[in-house]
């Protein structure tokens, strides 16, 4: 019976090198003389630091394009409310979002059901989705349909067995 797993995961080493690499552009650009602001990767955050709201903003906004540029979905990023540090600074904590929490996995598994895909099923395996079949190209359909649908984390499709 073919099969296939559902999974939300991010490449750390793309992650630290994007971190890497907007620390390093923060640090030698201009508008950010003087101003104190940081990002540092913690294990499953990131932390951003600066004086204020709007070098936050752009900071946030370094940290993006290096993101997009390394191919690491922004939906893995779950940004923290800004908190007021010392001496007037600002801080922000962003979560690396990673695996399929059980509302998610439950929502995956409705819009599976609803496709109405005769001998579909899956079961959830802890932060991933198991998703099997009868058919290869039914479940090769509802990879395309998941890929359709946004879910607001981003999904990977693997371990597809026959």
Known sequence: MPTFDVVSEVDFQEVRNAVDQASR???TRFDFKGTNSSIELKEKTI???TESDQRLK???QVLEEKFVKRKVSLKSL????VEEASKGTVRQV???MVGINQDKAKEIGKFI???QLKGVSHQIQGDQLR???KKR???QTVIAKLREQDFGIPLDYTNFRD
């Open 25 to 27: 552009e923060v640090s």
């Open 47 to 49: 932390e951003l630091h």
């Open 58 to 60: 752009a900071l946030t």
């Open 78 to 81: 779950s940004y923290g409310k």
């Open 94 to 96: 962003v979560t690396l």
């Open 113 to 115: 059901k609803e496709l």
């Open 131 to 133: 998703v099997s079949g």
């Open 137 to 139: 190209d039914d479940l």
